[in-house]
């Protein structure tokens, strides 16, 4: 699917939990094809997923949406490490976590 949609040449690729039925190895690569797509088709990529932990591997921005409304934006690193809404905060908590520290 990723290739028929780059052949239009997008400026903007929409990827709706591209990983959610993947094992861990394939996520990994999944995620890093998307990463190099970017960089090399100089597009942007929507990426749409619960996994705050793939959020913050791909993203420079997040939004967190609930119940259809907008409740947190900005740069990844800031919202996830001081959430302010409790949604966030409840998706920030399905991060594995190593050694007490969330891996994000």
Do not use: C, W
Not at 15 to 35: F, G, H, Y
């Amino acid at each position: 699917m990723m290739a028929q949609a780059l052949v239009v040449s997008p400026e903007l690729l929409i990827a709706e939990k591209p990983t959610s039925m993947l094992d861990a190895s394939l996520r990994v690569t999944v995620l890093n094809v998307l990463m190099g797509l970017r960089e090399y088709h100089n597009m942007s990529i929507l990426f749409i997923t619960h996994d705050l932990g793939q959020a913050h591997y791909v993203s420079d921005r997040i939004l967190v949406i609930y119940h259809g409304e907008l409740v947190e934006q900005g740069p990844v690193k800031q919202v996830l490490a001081s959430p302010q809404h409790e949604y966030t905060k409840h998706l920030l908590a399905d991060v594995p976590r190593l050694r007490g520290k969330i891996r994000v």
